[in-house]
């Protein structure tokens, strides 16, 4: 059996068609099907369904996939432990974290990390979802959410604080129970800033919605209407100001969470203590203040 054949397979199971299994892998879906076929030959069994227009698989290939999936999870478990154990501060590190966290709070750190060690290359993934840290898709996230699941290693460092943001025309213009809200669609209309801001509105109209915070605080500056943001946006926004003084409309904890197989890494360690230091700092001046 030849061991790549079995890799394309996996990933038609994983992905569900021939396209999906293609682009996965970087190769033509010609490709894919000509080395399941292959797969099918030598273990002497058909693994998929080819009648219709999507493939399926056979009860034989149900069984064949649950093997790979397992194969190519201990195969991940041995790079991640070959990574674990390279002291040399040096080869890619990718960060998942959401997009205005990562550009606003997290960036400018770690370009001053990278330019110290220049053998080290740094990938941020601004993104809403939650990355894989099982199936290494990223090394290291900084998460609002707790994850639940996985092998992972969790430190909690620090909290940010969402409040109501406008432009000061808005306000000056709109009485408080007139006040539009700008709302959270996509991944972040579960978040718990637009559950509390749709308790807050109280029936009030939501005129504008926008899945990527960038975007609603734009709306706000242009007098959309009210914005749940970020203090780490809204307090350094010249444009826009509180709508509420007073206590934030909700407080969400920051994760730091890394696989336990890599958080002994050499590169891994170094951005893990650089961005726990990004948020020492903040609770250190904000204990000053």
């Given amino acids: 059996m030849n061991w790549d054949d079995l890799r394309h397979f996996s990933a038609l199971a994983a992905a569900g068609s021939l396209s999906a299994a293609a682009r996965t892998l970087a190769v033509e879906h010609a490709t894919v099907a000509r080395r399941i076929a292959s797969l099918e030959a030598s273990l002497g069994i058909p693994l998929v369904d080819r009648r219709g227009r999507r493939w399926t698989l056979t009860a034989e290939g149900e069984r064949v996939a649950a093997i790979a999936a397992n194969m190519e999870n201990e195969a991940r478990a041995i790079r991640r432990a070959a990574d674990g154990a390279r002291s040399e501060l040096s080869g890619t590190i990718v960060i998942s974290a959401a997009p205005a966290l990562a550009a606003l709070a997290l960036t400018a750190p770690l370009v001053d990390l990278q330019r110290r060690h220049p ?50 025309a808005y306000l000056a213009d709109t009485a408080e129970e007139n006040w539009r809200f700008i709302g959270s669609d996509g991944p972040l209309a579960q978040a718990p800033q637009q559950a509390a801001l749709e308790n807050l509105a109280a029936g009030r109209v939501f005129a504008f919605y926008s899945g990527s915070l960038d975007i609603q605080q734009a709306a706000a500056r242009n007098g959309a209407g009210i914005a749940a943001l970020p203090d780490f946006m809204g307090l350094g926004d010249a444009e826009l100001v509180p709508a509420v003084p007073g206590a934030p409309l909700v407080s969400r904890d920051i994760w730091l969470v890394v696989h336990s197989d890599l958080k002994r890494a050499a590169a891994v360690k170094a951005v893990m203590g650089q961005l726990r230091s990004v948020f020492a700092r903040e609770r250190s001046e904000a204990a000053g203040g």
């Fill in 119 to 168: 053998r080290l290359t740094l990938r941020i993934i601004g993104e809403a979802r939650a990355a894989s840290l099982d199936r290494a898709e990223a090394d290291i996230a900084i998460r609002l959410t707790r994850p639940e699941k996985g092998d992972l290693t969790i430190t909690r460092l620090g909290r940010v604080d969402f409040r109501l943001y406008a432009s000061p």
